[in-house]
């Protein structure tokens, strides 16, 4: 008789279970349907999701679901033994997930109670849950990936055989959860056990309808991996709580619930069910590996498992592995051949009496889980070799480049030395039981020598190229600027003699130098060529930085040769001097000036650059004067000089003309000034009336000076009259303001004029109310120093600011 349960516990927090097919292959048809009845499951219409798990007997099934979804479903004790827990096809409804999750806890396979021959409930069981459920559950250890006897293959082959026949295409999310997880990572794994899946796929024979259906007609695969419940069991239940989550409205649109077409509604799950099951149960064609190979199987699996755990925990394996962490390990292939050696050897002797391709199998694979396990240390070994081969390299590179030894022969003696050693090392850390190649380790280690020469190759060639750039700028900078600031016929000859003698000097140095970097000719040219053009660039540079001073260095000349005579002494303008002449001369070697100035001339190539300013700038005058047709073009109206590239261009010939406009400009005041200072002196010379106005004056004055004797009041009155204009004249200083010309002295005299005399009336009226002195010698004395002393104050603004006038 069925067996029902509902658990007061379970219930309050909405989880109950029922044994929907007991151990006999019973279907429990009074159980579903009060079990539907207590969950209420007929008023769920389709909002519904069936998950069911398969997997070996006691590899954790019910326990996995009971974390996973909040059931109650029995566990299997472990200090009793491994044995059957779970009877038949248990089912429950999760707590707390929605929409309404049924689970179905099947009974394991290969379970040693049912015997060799009785494994048809299994099948049928399997193939039941395939067929009702939407989310599919195969429980599988990690190590099972990869075996051919194993993980539930030749069930599932059967499977898909009967399914396909059976019922219409649905398609049905197969979860794949890998248990106890080891350090593989999950995406080495998933691969594997898909391709697995693919293959017993391929490998079933098919109706005719279903000949090319792939496989993503019928199901969905999706694989997950938890640790170990007893060793990790935090971890475990961490992973599964995210599990969870993929479970919450699994139904809809893109949840883990696979396809929805056909799903019966809610109401008739039981009655659905039950059909189900009776012809699956009708069906005879189901056929599973023989026992003997499953035991087979099984029995070397653990045995693996054993030696591979014994092997993890291998003394001498810990030390050797704990040796290579901290450090390069002699002798690491040898000492870990013979480990392993021995583990192997373990192995065969105890699976010696079990079936041999399964035991040639499960040994083959224990090889790879081993080598898989030792390779990690294998690969840090090599890590060390070729870190310590790198670091053996640029020491010994570098001590040989700063011993003097040739780039090139250092390079290729030590590369060549390394390497050598290298592959010693690494031929003594290979073990007998891989094939590992070294090759990727190696190409790494040349990669990062190469790297390492090439950048201290750079380093070297760029510390050499600013050495001898550095020695061309310090000889050709001042040098250049020196001779261009005093600008002559012969500036750029030589100019262009400097600039040859010091390339050729650096050039011959760079070229000695790279002789022993064993460079290709075209390297070793493009840098010579580039430090001939940096030469080059330099002088460019300079001569670009002169052009823009050009106007400044222009009023220099200008004003050197106009204000000094050819004994370089500062000109006194007596009026005798000719001035055209000087101011000639003066604005010819100012246009010498920039006509050197206008181009660059580092060639051979002659310009008439200087004939054209000639004509242009300083012969203007006398074109104008011949009457020169107005219809001539101008010389100077283009942006280009004639025959002359514009790369060599400093000044163009539009610029030119405005520098001369502005140099004419701001150089015509010094002009103006030196006529203004010839024409002051010449009347500094000559300031008296002539002869014949002095004799017209006494002629026509007579009367006057008869009536100034008869009345000698007149006389009092022209004397102190004679007095402040005597003092006005010492005051204001009337001959030296005259001395700049006629206009200027007339501007400066109006101007202090009222002051002057304002001032003479303070310190006349200052004299009035000061008593008197006992002596009149010492008063006159007093008077005179202190005129002399007012005089002297108010002469010495009037010189600054004559000076700053001038």
Not at 3 to 29: H, M, P, R, W
Not at 278 to 303: F, G, Q, S, W, Y
Not at 349 to 360: I, L, N, Q
Not at 563 to 568: G, K, N, Q, R
Request: charged share 25%; aromatic share 8%.
């Amino acid at each position: 008789m069925a067996t029902y349960f509902i658990l007061d516990a379970d219930k309050s927090e909405g989880c109950c279970s029922v044994q929907l097919i007991d151990g006999d292959g019973i279907f429990n048809v009074s159980g579903i349907d009060h079990f539907i009845k207590e969950v209420k499951l007929g008023e769920c219409g389709l909002s519904y999701a069936v998950v069911s798990i398969m997997g070996p007997q006691s590899s954790g099934k019910s326990t996995l679901l009971n974390h996973l979804f909040g059931t109650n479903f029995m566990e299997m004790d472990a200090f009793k033994g491994r044995s059957q827990t779970t009877k038949g096809i248990w089912l429950a409804r999760c707590a707390g997930i929605e929409p309404c999750t049924l689970v179905m806890d099947l009974e394991g396979t290969d379970g040693r109670e049912r015997g060799e021959d009785d494994t048809a409930f299994e099948k049928q069981s399997a193939l039941f849950a395939l067929a009702i459920s939407d989310i599919v559950l195969i429980n599988m250890w990690c190590h099972d990936i990869g075996r051919e006897q194993a993980a539930n293959k030749p069930l599932l082959k059967t499977v898909f055989q009967v399914m396909m026949r059976l019922f219409s295409p649905r398609k049905t999310t197969m979860l794949f959860v890998i248990r106890d997880k080891t350090r593989t990572p999950l995406e080495n794994l998933e691969p594997v056990l898909r391709e697995d899946i693919q293959k017993i796929w391929d490998s079933v024979p098919k109706p005719e309808a279903h000949k090319e259906t792939p496989l993503s007609d019928f199901f969905n695969v999706e694989v997950v991996a938890l640790s170990s419940y007893e060793e990790k069991e935090e971890q475990f239940k961490e992973q599964v709580a995210s599990l969870r989550q993929r479970f919450m409205h699994s139904i809809a649109p893109g949840g883990l619930a696979g396809d929805r077409r056909g799903v019966i509604p809610a109401s008739g799950f039981a009655f659905s069910a039950d059909q189900i099951w009776r012809v699956i149960k009708e069906n005879k064609d189901l056929d599973l590996p023989a026992h003997k190979v499953m035991v087979a199987t099984v029995r070397c699996e653990e045995i693996a498992n054993e030696k591979f755990s014994h092997f993890i925990t291998n003394e001498d394996w810990r030390q050797l592995d704990e040796e290579v962490q901290a450090g390069p390990v002699s002798g690491f292939g040898k000492r870990l051949t013979s480990i392993i050696k021995s583990c192997l050897s373990e192995y065969d002797g105890e699976a010696t009496f079990f079936d041999e391709g399964v035991r040639s199998s499960k040994r083959h694979q224990l090889e790879e889980k081993l080598l898989q396990l030792v390779n990690p240390a294998f690969q840090d070994v090599l890590g060390h070799i070729r870190w310590g081969m790198l670091e053996k390299f640029k020491a010994s590179f570098d001590k040989a480049l700063e011993i003097g030894e040739g780039f090139s022969s250092a390079s290729s003696a030590w590369f060549k030395s390394c390497m050598t050693q290298f592959d010693e090392e690494c031929a003594g850390a290979i073990i007998e039981q891989a094939n590992w190649d070294t090759t990727k380790v190696r190409d790494k280690l040349v990669r990062d020598i190469e790297a390492h020469i090439s950048s201290v190759r750079t380093s070297k060639l760029s510390e050499l190229t600013s050495q001898y750039e550095s020695k061309l700028h310090e000889a050709l900078s001042e040098p250049v600027e020196a001779l261009l600031e005093g600008a002559s016929d012969e500036t750029w000859t030589t100019v262009k003699k400097l600039h040859r003698r010091e390339t050729e000097s650096a050039v011959s140095g760079l070229s000695s130098a790279l002789a022993g970097f064993d460079m290709e000719e075209e390297i070793r040219d493009k840098m010579v060529k580039s430090l001939q053009d940096y030469s080059r660039g330099v002088i460019e540079s300079k001569a670009k930085e002169e052009a823009g001073r050009v106007l400044m260095r222009m009023k220099e000349r200008f004003a050197t040769i106009f204000s000094h005579d050819s004994d370089s002494m500062p000109r006194v303008w007596t009026g005798k001097e000719d001035l055209r002449a000087i101011t000639k001369s003066a604005r010819s070697a100012s246009l010498k000036l920039l006509s050197v100035m206008a181009v660059i001339r580092l060639g051979d190539e002659p310009d008439n650059i200087e004939k054209t300013l000639t004509v242009a700038l300083l012969d203007s005058t006398k074109n104008e004067t011949s009457k020169k047709s107005i219809t001539t073009s101008d010389p100077l109206a283009s942006s280009t000089w004639d025959e002359v590239p514009s790369s060599r261009t400093l000044i163009t010939p539009v610029q030119c003309k405005s520098i001369w406009r502005q140099f004419k400009t701001e150089t015509e005041y010094t002009v103006t000034q030196a006529i203004s200072a010839q024409e002051a002196n010449r009347r500094g010379g000559n300031w008296l009336p002539p002869p014949w106005a002095i004799l017209a004056l006494i002629v026509l004055g007579f009367n006057e000076f008869m009536a100034l004797l008869r009345n000698p009041l007149y006389l009092g009155v022209i004397f102190v009259g004679f007095l402040l204009v005597k003092a006005l004249w010492t005051q204001l200083d009337i001959p030296g303001e005259f001395r700049n010309g006629a206009l200027p002295g007339l501007i400066s005299i109006s101007a202090k004029f009222v002051p002057t005399v304002m001032n003479l009336l303070k310190k006349l009226a200052a004299e009035g109310q000061a008593p008197p002195a006992a002596n009149p010698e010492n008063r006159r004395s007093s008077t005179n120093n202190t005129s002399s002393n007012a005089s002297s104050s108010e002469n010495l603004p009037e010189h600054k600011s004559a000076s700053k006038t001038d």
